[in-house]
């Protein structure tokens, strides 16, 4: 979620805060840089956690790779039980389904398949993906993307049933009648239409030098002209000849505009512009995803890292991978962190198949697919957009499983996933730690 302050305006009304960014003027001497080290002293609670987790999220991860692939005729879903120890796969056919198990085996021999359980599915994700676009392309046809859309988000449902779509309730009956009307796909899988609001866009951490982490916050010039955002850094990716990024939101900055820290005093967001980050060049707006080229190179001008607590410490961000039912994951954003939240984890995924649509500050609706997940108390704030998703794999080590893109209230955020912007963007991972 990002936060936006217009150069013309003393404050920012409520519904501009869109995309996790901010908007604001004023220039302030730079400040802080990154922490001193690592931070080998995680909650112990959280590394029980992430000891029994870490086993089924390789089951998963190897479950997922074949289905996405060799076996997408008959995939259905998974579900990551973290406290019954089990992965559920969703298939169409058993027989299939054992072939999937066995060839995960092969390619991954270090995993459990005794903490496998095989049920029926209905759909294969192939066909309700296809149903899902087709839905929202019926809908880009008629009204386009400079109103609100009718379809505000399509979720493929945890057991591959069928699929959810979200709509404003004065336009649930025409919704409702494109459905009836089976300008949904061939998969021909039921859709349950149900009331629903648009997501709202979401931004160590202060004025860092380079190495610039995952965490840090990000000042620019907004999608709206004259006006500031703020976000927050995600992932820390390389290309082949050793120019370093670092990965934000789409929604946060213009493209060909350079990005900054904070340059006001830790902790009051004036969105000064601080140490000077890089420069955007380019921007997905499918998966909520831009890089940033900074001036360094090869690990210089930023690494795989992400800044945690306590404060002044950062942990290794070593891999990158999808997202499944029921795992648990934190995100690192500025503003949680800096209005006392920490960094938020324990957050659920409720829906690792889900497609919305959310405004920018420019006004333009954009289509974007990620997941949805849920804390009861707690899981992201505006200006916490960008920031890296990422799962727990040990004292020291961290998992990046996507970037903060948009939320709803404070329990819901949404995010993209690693994989698909690395392969989107055409930059790996950085390997610099």
Known sequence: MTVLHKNTLAAVMATALV????????INAAQAKDGD?????????ILSL???AEPLSAVADALGEQGRKAYADSYGNL????????VTLYVTDPQQGQQLIAAAKAAHPAIDTGLIKVASAKYTMKDLDAQADRLLGADDATTGLTAEPEVLSVSVNPDNSGLTVSSRKGKLDAVRTKVAAGITGTAGAPVTVVEGDPVEATSWRW???APFIGGDVLIGSSHTSGARTQCTAGMALENGVGEDYLITAAHCFRNATDVYGEGDSEG????ALGHKVGRVVNTN?????????????NGAGT??????KPKGKWYRVKGASYSYNGQSVCQDGARSYYKGHGVPCGIKVQDSDYRYRFQWSDGSWHNVRGVKGHHTSWAGMQGDSGALVFSITNRTDRRARGIVSAGGGNTDIYWTEAPDIINALGIDLNPHT
């Open 207 to 209: 004025n860092d030098s």
């Open 50 to 52: 992430a000891a029994k």
């Open 79 to 86: 579900f990551v039980d973290e406290d019954g120890g089990k």
């Open 268 to 271: 009051d967001f004036g969105f």
């Open 285 to 297: 707006p499918y998966w909520d995803a831009q890089a940033i080229l900074t001036s360094g190179r």
């Open 37 to 45: 080290g690592d931070a080998p002293d995680t909650d112990s609670a």
């Open 19 to 26: 995309a996790g960014s901010i908007l604001v003027t004023g």
């Open 303 to 308: 690494n795989s890292d992400e800044a945690d």
